[in-house]
């Protein structure tokens, strides 16, 4: 189990940085199409550059980095109770940019989808270690 919870958070780290490349990429070019942008109303690119982009002056994309570096470190050291807590407060924030990117951006993102799954799959294999 704790080497799904590793898979799932390395897969989550380079989706991480992934969306940092193309927040960095946006900025220093407005044209800059990323490969995840397949319409107007599916855009990587729309959810990243938002003002939704960051929480608390932090890129998401930068905190879901070092989150998953974090969840990685407590599972091999062997800390499932903080992990699970960890998890769980990351699906509050997954549920809170999942709104926000399909009911106010009206926006598909396919990375952001993926990194959904990765945190409510960690949240349940974090709640069958507990």
Known sequence: ?????IILSIIGVFLSIYAFYIERKTRENKKYKAVCDIG??????????????????????????????MIIILSIIGYPKIFFYFSIISLLFTIYLAYVS??????????????????????IFGYALR
């Open 102 to 123: 399909f009911f106010k951006l009206k926006n598909f993102c396919i990375i952001c989808s993926l990194i959904y799954v990765i945190n409510i799959l960690l949240v």
């Open 40 to 69: 107007n109303n599916a855009s990587c690119t729309k959810a990243f550059s938002s003002s939704y982009g960051k929480m608390f002056g932090i890129s998401n994309s930068l905190a879901g980095i070092g989150f998953y570096i």
């Open 1 to 5: 189990m704790i080497n799904i919870i």
